[in-house]
DNA sequence: ACAAATTAGTTCGATATGGAAAGAAATCAA
DNA sequence: TTGATTTCTTTCCATATCGAACTAATTTGT
């Protein structure tokens, strides 16, 4: 029977960490989109109006670097708000490979009656820590986010 | 920095805390992810693995427990698994429902040589952090994601 | 001016995920 | 025993996500 790795105080240190880390992220979603998503608006389609609604009309790239996410994947997100009425494509007519893409009346108006009360989740959820632990937590996810993107010098 | 949406201080901490703990969670699973996936093993796969190969045969409702998900999901990750020969389902002969989900040699091969390079991979990303900052991060996502779990007395 | 390279979006195929509902098997109640 | 309920898994449907390949429009190089 393979001993469960038995690793350093080290690994275990940064594997305990990793698995927490993902757990909080992850419960703090479910707890604060679960209204959101109630109320039929996708997390990623609740980014996208909160992008649109507090900057204003951007391009299909834009909005997918603003979620770190790829942009054939924004096609499909706003193909589908497109259809529920939230947004719409506008061609720019002075480069014509670029889509704007605003939100419409609709689209506000839902996005306003939700934005208030997700703020109020998210105070509520998080607090459970202490001002200054908020603090704390924010530099250190911060830190651990901005490492050194590894330039794989890796073989096996 | 321009914020939108104008709140009180206690806002501005929740929902930047917010956005940087999903980002720090993020960049770790993709950077720590990479290579797993680059073998042919998505995350969700490697994580059944870790399971079955650390703990032994399962049930498709205790993996989906261990992973916080549906287990509706977790048929078509083992359906996927199966196919690629990592695992195999076997009835339970007592009790006719339940199906356990169990490792096979070559799923056992590929995990035992993604593992430990996975481990190196994990200690070297949060490496960006010390030691004492590792365990006070682990602490602080811990006390958030124990969170109460809102009974939400919102029965309408 | 025309071909090549670049850039913006889209399409396709695969995986993952969750809710709702269906199926199958076990258990419980009468 | 039979019918209702519970439990475990699957199926169906919708969304999200990524990589790769594609189209369309612009820019660059010669």
Redesign the interface.
Known sequence: M?S??Q?TE??S??????I??????????N??MGQIVAAGVSPSQFGVLDALY??GPMTLGDIAKKH?KSPNNMTSVVDTMERSGLVERRRCEQDRRVIYVDITDKGREIFSKL?PSH?ER????????S?Q??????A???????????CDG?H?
């Not at 240190?13 to 990793?18: G, K, N, Q, R």
């Not at 250190?140 to 590894?150: F, H, M, R, S, V």
């Open positions: 393979p469960r790795h690793g080290e690994e240190l940064a594997l305990d960490l990793t927490k880390l993902a757990r909080a992220a992850q419960a703090l979603m707890r604060v507090h900057v770190l934005w703020v998210i105070v509520d959820a998080v607090s459970t820590l001002p632990e908020q603090v704390d937590l924010a250190l996810c911060k830190k651990l986010g901005q490492a050194p993107i590894e890796s096996d």
